[in-house]
């Protein structure tokens, strides 16, 4: 049995867990809460490194409970990117002595990728179109051909931040998108805002900056309600699309955003129209953590896929579809 220890650290999630193929063995999670306004990053990087040998030293004695011993564990796996650099680098340093402690391989793993393996392992899709929504990305993916194919994204600014964006206008604390929630289910009416679909592309900043103005004439209600409508709607054209173009049947919902229940509900109308199947994996597994970076990490160590701890640098711009997806095998698949 392959068991994995990942570190999760983007963006305000510390959080680090133990796999193996079969389940989560161990997990652990401190989380940045800034005092005031949005995530910051020298703050949420001083944050992880005051953490991270405690949220280690808790994981590693979970295991030992268990049952285990850290010499059962094979790999080391940490995010990456993409994420924000201060972040990226101080859990890259932790993962590089835990490896060197170990004294076993790192194997770096995409943050986005990790959000759709985790989707895959807890729920049963097979080889969905996914919605990735979260803080800092937006994404409508696909495998094919040995990669996940980006076939939409946003322009600008990722939906979570987005709605983020928009909270902190109308005085509302971090995170927004919750709060946003909240107010739009006691929305008596809809006010017009932008609607921005390029092509298969998406943007959100447009439409964050017309919702703050519209406060002026409109009730936070009715602005949380319009500014999720049109934002969600784009979201859902687009991965509709994406379902026509790949000719797939099942739809996975992937990243932080997707806790949010109405965007769940526009996907699962769009879904039951076309015949597709769509999926959720738990809440807990929505959002940032480190279960998803071990279990993508154990994916690609399988695989044969190790990362040197010479090229273990972090790439916050780190793209998904530059990563070659070992671990899948697909013999009908045709070579774009």
């Known amino acids: 049995?392959?068991?994995?220890?990942?570190?999760?650290?983007?963006?305000?999630?510390?959080?680090?867990?133990?796999?193996?193929?079969?389940?989560?063995?161990?997990?652990?999670?401190?989380?940045?809460?800034?005092?005031?306004?949005?995530?910051?990053?020298?703050e949420a990087a001083q944050h992880h490194a005051m953490y991270a040998s405690n949220v280690i030293e808790r994981l590693l004695n979970e295991f030992r409970e268990n049952g285990h011993h850290p010499k059962d564990i094979d790999a080391i796996a940490f995010s990456q990117g993409p994420g924000l650099g201060a972040c990226l680098r101080t859990v890259a340093t932790s993962a590089r002595a835990l490896a060197m402690s170990?004294?076993?391989?790192?194997?770096?793993?995409?943050?986005?990728?990790?959000?759709?393996?985790?989707?895959?392992?807890?729920t049963p899709a097979t080889d969905p179109v996914v919605l990735y929504v979260s803080g800092g990305n937006s994404q409508v993916l696909a495998h094919r051909a040995g990669k996940y194919r980006i076939f939409g994204e946003t322009l600008d600014i990722g939906i979570g931040n987005a709605?983020?964006?928009?909270?902190?206008?109308?005085?509302l604390s971090h995170p927004g998108g919750p709060k946003v929630e909240a107010y739009a289910k006691e929305s008596t009416g809809y006010v017009k805002m932008p609607y921005v679909v390029k092509g298969m592309d998406f943007s959100f900043s447009g439409l964050s900056t017309a919702a703050k103005d519209a406060l002026s004439k409109h009730s936070l209600e009715d602005v949380c309600y319009s500014f999720q409508e049109n934002a969600f709607a784009m979201l859902v054209e687009v991965t509709e699309r994406a379902l026509a173009h790949t000719g797939k049947n099942e739809v996975l919902l992937a990243g932080g955003v997707g806790a949010n229940m109405r965007l769940r509900e526009m996907l699962d109308v769009m879904c039951d129209d076309r015949g597709a199947r769509f999926y959720v994996p738990e809440r807990?597994?929505?959002?940032?953590?480190?279960?998803?970076?071990?279990?993508?990490?154990?994916?690609?160590?399988?695989?044969?896929?190790t990362t040197p701890i010479d090229q273990s640098h972090v790439d916050p711009s780190f793209r998904p579809d530059t990563v070659d997806v070992t671990w899948i095998t697909d013999k009908h698949e045709e070579v774009l």
């Open 102 to 122: 170990l004294d076993v391989p790192m194997v770096g793993v995409n943050h986005c990728i990790a959000h759709i393996e985790i989707g895959r392992w807890k």
């Open 284 to 305: 807990k597994f929505m959002g940032d953590n480190g279960a998803m970076i071990a279990y993508t990490g154990l994916l690609m160590f399988k695989s044969g896929t």
């Open 1 to 42: 049995m392959t068991t994995v220890l990942g570190i999760e650290g983007t963006a305000w999630n510390l959080s680090a867990a133990i796999v193996d193929e079969d389940d989560v063995i161990a997990e652990v999670t401190e989380t940045y809460r800034p005092a005031t306004g949005g995530i910051h990053p020298r």
């Open 163 to 171: 709605l983020d964006k928009f909270a902190r206008g109308a005085g």
